[in-house]
């Protein structure tokens, strides 16, 4: 799922295409896609874009009006723009079986397409600013709050510091993937609980957060250059742990460890998170029992 990383490219990318040009169109290749009845979508059709924001994980474009589209990309929705579409390619359907919509801009057109079977991606279409609040999660901005506010999110309810970090409830925009890298790079586990930090954890907890999250995003503004981002991906080859199983950590060498939980995984270093302890994924550990091997050294024994 694009993250807070992700999300800030895909605006600063629209940003300088769309802001100040009308949206003539929109085209619906998937009825499910649109999630809001009133207004209507045709509402939108010929207002001028007037800018863009972030709302968690989530798109807002402001129109006239003031009306907006607020787009969830959900785990596979992914944006494509085709500047100055001639108007015999806007005719057409919206695109191929992944397209689930095509937004006709009087400068270009912006495609909206979501791999896999399953369509997740939403679009509301709702007034005023009051429309907008409600689609607000209600996360505090991680990069915008004080250690001593960030803290005291943190500590509302007592959950795994992977829980916690991911809920859009207590922080925004954070997902599976940077909060695998967050938490590698405070070098704390996934699995302690927030009412077990220490004040010097969370000062090094919230120093990575914000380390992390502009690291990435400087990294991929300067990869996307004046262009528009092609390849979003929670995985990739610069990351520390995620989407790294047996790979080495990049900070001592171990190899990189993974548990697996409802459709996501959380990816750790042992040495350097857990102090050498291997985190118990619920089901195998449940079936394994006794012979669930505790540390790295009992692995490397299990595997001989």
């Given at each position: ?52 924001r972030r709302l968690g994980k989530r798109i807002v474009f402001e129109l006239d009006g003031p009306t907006f589209l607020v787009l969830h990309l959900m785990i596979a929705g992914r944006l494509k723009w085709n500047p100055g579409l001639p108007a015999v390619a806007r005719s057409a359907k919206a695109g191929g079986r992944a397209t689930l919509a095509a937004f006709d801009f009087d400068n ?197």
């Amino acid at each position: 799922m694009p993250e807070l990383p992700d999300i800030t490219i895909y605006i600063e990318a629209l940003s300088t295409r769309v802001v100040g040009h009308t949206l003539e169109r929109v085209r619906l290749a998937s009825p499910f896609l649109l999630r809001s009845v009133n207004p209507p979508l045709s509402a939108v059709e010929g207002a001028v874009v007037r800018g863009l924001r972030r709302l968690g994980k989530r798109i807002v474009f402001e129109l006239d009006g003031p009306t907006f589209l607020v787009l969830h990309l959900m785990i596979a929705g992914r944006l494509k723009w085709n500047p100055g579409l001639p108007a015999v390619a806007r005719s057409a359907k919206a695109g191929g079986r992944a397209t689930l919509a095509a937004f006709d801009f009087d400068n270009g057109t912006l495609l909206l397409t979501e791999a896999g079977s399953k369509r997740r991606a939403s679009l509301y279409v709702v007034s005023g600013e009051s429309g907008v609040a409600d689609h607000d999660p209600g996360g505090i901005e991680p990069l915008a709050v004080s250690t001593p506010v960030f803290a005291e999110r943190l500590r509302l309810e007592r959950r795994t510091l992977k829980r916690a970090l991911t809920d859009p409830r207590l922080f925004s925009g954070i997902g599976n993937a940077y909060s695998d890298e967050i938490l590698h790079a405070a070098q704390l586990s996934p699995l302690q609980w927030t009412s077990n930090l220490s004040d010097d954890e969370i000062a090094r907890l919230h120093a990575a957060v914000t380390s992390t999250l502009l690291e990435w995003t400087e990294r991929l503004r300067a990869e996307m250059g004046t262009g528009f981002p092609e390849k979003v991906t929670a995985f990739r080859a610069d990351m520390a742990v995620h989407g790294k199983f047996g790979q080495p950590c990049p900070r001592c060498g171990s190899p990189v460890q993974h548990i697996v939980y409802a459709a996501n995984e959380c990816n750790y270093c042992p040495t350097c998170q857990t102090g050498g302890r291997l985190l118990a994924d619920r089901s195998l550990s449940r079936l394994l029992g006794d012979d669930w091997p505790r540390t790295l050294e009992e692995l490397e024994e299990r595997k001989k």
